[in-house]
């Protein structure tokens, strides 16, 4: 194997992160570097700043203090580019982000929600987009639902779909936070299994997620979030297997039992 | 009572039912068309985030929801020149007022269509790097409008009924000239009748499309 920089360097970076809502202090200081390929997740109790945080990765959440770095570059609070800065147009090309309750656009069929961002985004041509949506909509299973609207789907057809819909802009890195936390029962392995095919394919992910076998099983770190600092982190064995701090030896018992 | 219904003096005059009729279908749609293009700039200003924009937007709102549309056509005919200091055509008047009214109502209709979509929209949209302006274009606005097309049509039917009151600053719209027919005629019921028909022929289909239309948009939701 050759030994290439590029593949160490980090994709996503966050340094020194706070956020606060008024005088409620969410994040209070976190750290966390993605290296390309790295599939993080991000457990711990309700409240606890796990979305936030993911939220900033993709400045949905603007942060009080501290800097995204994507590429090594910083991202600076404006949408367009400036100098050495990029903005938050050019990180949300980039990383990807899937949603517990979907957000599929209603008023458009299946595949228009997957060329949309391709064509008005990336200004790719509609047979170019077309192209790539149908294959990503068959690699989650839902080629023939392409003229469907989101209405007459199921939630785990949904949200194949809204995953489709994220790696149509090929990201570098995709964000998902408790995506399948609104899905009934029978319905949260298609959609896991959608994941663990993209981690199988190197796929940089940060995935927010109370599916704690899932989260061991694909993951190939993980981040246990208590009162918004990072309180433990390590490999699967690490965390859910051996936890060290007592919150987490607490919050890991409850789902064993 | 037996009345003897005659309208055969009446029907003599119809080129002034129509070109009354003519007149009200104008204003009614010119009206409507600044209407919208105020109502948009309005909601936008609302919409702004920016506190004296927002303000000034508020405040005209205010004021046309607030007074009666006879007081603002009396106030822009008659008043309004003292202020600038001119006169005022009464077609001009009219038709300026009539705009501003249903702007104030409009911005209020899109306003409320816009705000009701869901937050995940905005932020699916964002997701997908576009920007606020590609978001509210192509994502917000065609869904809010899809929901306030109902209001929006049943405005529009109030303004049409609405434009009836700029006959008082003499504008010759259906009302006026049925009161143009009655005083030629003596025949009050005939001529007030068939203005009444009149309004009924043209707003009926709107407001069963408006009916029909919110059936079907409550069936794909
Ligand atoms: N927009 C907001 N305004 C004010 N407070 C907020 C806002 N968003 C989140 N919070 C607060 O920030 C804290 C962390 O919320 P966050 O949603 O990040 O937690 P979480 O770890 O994702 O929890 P859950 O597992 O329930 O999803 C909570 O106390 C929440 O009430
Ligand atoms: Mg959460």
Same mark, same amino acid.
């Given at each position: 194997?050759?030994?290439?920089?590029?593949?160490?360097?980090?994709?996503?970076?966050?340094?020194?992160?706070?956020?606060?809502?008024?005088?409620?202090?969410?994040?209070?200081?976190?750290?966390?570097?993605?290296?390309?390929?790295?599939?993080?997740?991000?457990?711990?109790?309700?409240?606890?700043?796990?979305?936030?945080?993911?939220?900033?990765?993709?400045?949905?959440?603007?942060?009080?203090?501290?800097?995204?770095?994507?590429?090594?570059? /910083? &991202?600076? =609070?404006?949408? %367009? #580019? @400036? *100098?050495?800065?990029?903005? $938050?147009? !050019?990180?949300?090309?980039?990383?990807?982000?899937?949603?517990?309750?979907?957000?599929?656009?209603?008023?458009?069929?299946?595949?228009?929600?997957?060329?949309?961002?391709?064509?008005?985004?990336?200004?790719?041509?509609?047979?170019?987009?077309?192209?790539?949506?149908?294959?990503?909509?068959?690699?989650?299973?839902?080629?023939?639902?392409?003229?469907?609207?989101?209405?007459?789907?199921?939630?785990?057809?949904?949200?194949?779909?809204?995953?489709?819909?994220?790696?149509?802009?090929?990201?570098?890195?995709?964000?998902?936070?408790?995506?399948?936390?609104?899905?009934?029962?029978?319905?949260?392995?298609?959609?896991? /299994? &959608?994941? =663990?095919?993209? %981690? #199988? @394919? *190197?796929?940089?992910?940060? $995935?927010? !997620?109370?599916?704690?076998?899932?989260?061991?099983?694909?993951?190939?770190?993980?981040?246990?979030?208590?009162?918004?600092?990072?309180?433990?982190?390590?490999?699967?064995?690490?965390?859910?297997?051996?936890?060290?701090?007592?919150?987490?030896?607490?919050?890991?018992?409850?789902?064993?039992? | 009572?037996?009345?003897?219904?005659?309208?055969?003096?009446?029907?003599?005059?119809?080129?002034?039912?129509?070109?009354?009729?003519?007149?009200?279908?104008?204003?009614?749609?010119?009206?409507?068309?600044?209407?919208?293009?105020?109502?948009?700039?309005?909601?936008?200003?609302?919409?702004?985030?920016?506190?004296?924009?927002?303000?000034?937007?508020?405040?005209?709102?205010?004021?046309?929801?607030?007074?009666?549309?006879?007081?603002?056509?009396?106030?822009?005919?008659?008043?309004?020149?003292?202020?600038?200091?001119?006169?005022?055509?009464?077609?001009?008047?009219?038709?300026?007022?009539?705009?501003?009214?249903?702007?104030?109502?409009?911005?209020?209709?899109?306003?409320?269509?816009?705000?009701?979509?869901?937050?995940?929209?905005?932020?699916?949209?964002?997701?997908?790097?576009?920007?606020?302006?590609?978001?509210?274009?192509?994502?917000?606005?065609?869904?809010?409008?899809?929901?306030?097309?109902?209001?929006?049509?049943?405005?529009?039917?109030?303004?049409?009924?609405?434009?009836?009151?700029?006959?008082?600053?003499?504008?010759?719209?259906?009302?006026?000239?049925?009161?143009?027919?009655?005083?030629?005629?003596?025949?009050?019921?005939?001529?007030?009748?068939?203005?009444?028909?009149?309004?009924?022929?043209?707003?009926?289909?709107?407001?069963?499309?408006?009916?029909?239309?919110?059936?079907?948009?409550?069936?794909?939701?």
């Amino acid at each position: 194997m050759t030994l290439n920089p590029e593949m160490n360097a980090p994709v996503i970076e966050a340094i020194s992160l706070r956020k606060s809502y008024g005088t409620h202090e969410v994040l209070k200081g976190l750290d966390l570097s993605l290296a390309r390929g790295e599939v993080v997740a991000l457990i711990g109790p309700s409240g606890s700043g796990k979305s936030t945080f993911i939220r900033c990765l993709n400045m949905m959440e603007t942060p009080t203090q501290g800097t995204i770095r994507f590429r090594e570059k /910083s &991202v600076s =609070r404006r949408f %367009a #580019d @400036k *100098g050495e800065e990029i903005g $938050i147009g !050019t990180l949300r090309r980039h990383v990807g982000m899937v949603f517990q309750h979907f957000n599929l656009f209603p008023h458009k069929t299946v595949l228009q929600n997957v060329t949309e961002g391709p064509i008005i985004v990336c200004r790719r041509t509609r047979k170019e987009a077309e192209e790539l949506a149908m294959d990503l909509l068959s690699q989650v299973g839902l080629a023939e639902k392409h003229s469907a609207y989101p209405n007459h789907l199921s939630g785990g057809q949904k949200q194949r779909v809204a995953i489709a819909r994220a790696l149509a802009m090929e990201p570098e890195v995709l964000l998902l936070d408790e995506v399948t936390s609104a899905l009934d029962p029978e319905l949260v392995g298609e959609v896991l /299994s &959608v994941i =663990r095919g993209l %981690a #199988d @394919k *190197g796929m940089t992910m940060a $995935i927010v !997620t109370h599916e704690m076998a899932f989260a061991a099983d694909v993951a190939t770190r993980i981040l246990f979030l208590d009162q918004g600092v990072i309180a433990e982190t390590g490999s699967a064995e690490d965390v859910i297997l051996n936890p060290k701090n007592p919150r987490l030896q607490g919050f890991v018992a409850r789902f064993n039992g | 009572m037996n009345y003897n219904w005659d309208f055969h003096a009446v029907l003599q005059s119809w080129d002034l039912f129509l070109w009354g009729l003519w007149i009200t279908i104008i204003y009614t749609f010119g009206s409507i068309l600044f209407g919208v293009v105020i109502g948009f700039l309005t909601c936008a200003a609302r919409l702004s985030g920016l506190w004296g924009v927002n303000a000034i937007a508020r405040v005209y709102q205010e004021m046309f929801r607030c007074t009666p549309l006879l007081v603002q056509l009396l106030w822009f005919y008659y008043a309004f020149p003292l202020l600038i200091g001119g006169s005022i055509d009464n077609r001009v008047a009219a038709l300026l007022t009539l705009s501003l009214y249903v702007g104030a109502f409009y911005a209020e209709i899109f306003r409320g269509g816009i705000v009701s979509i869901d937050k995940g929209q905005h932020e699916a949209a964002a997701a997908i790097g576009m920007s606020s302006w590609q978001s509210m274009y192509r994502i917000i606005l065609p869904q809010a409008m899809k929901r306030v097309l109902p209001s929006f049509i049943n405005q529009s039917v109030i303004q049409f009924k609405n434009t009836s009151l700029v006959s008082v600053i003499s504008v010759a719209d259906l009302a006026y000239m049925a009161a143009v027919v009655n005083g030629q005629t003596y025949r009050p019921l005939e001529s007030y009748t068939l203005m009444a028909g009149l309004y009924i022929a043209m707003l009926l289909p709107l407001t069963q499309a408006a009916d029909w239309i919110e059936r079907r948009l409550k069936v794909s939701d």
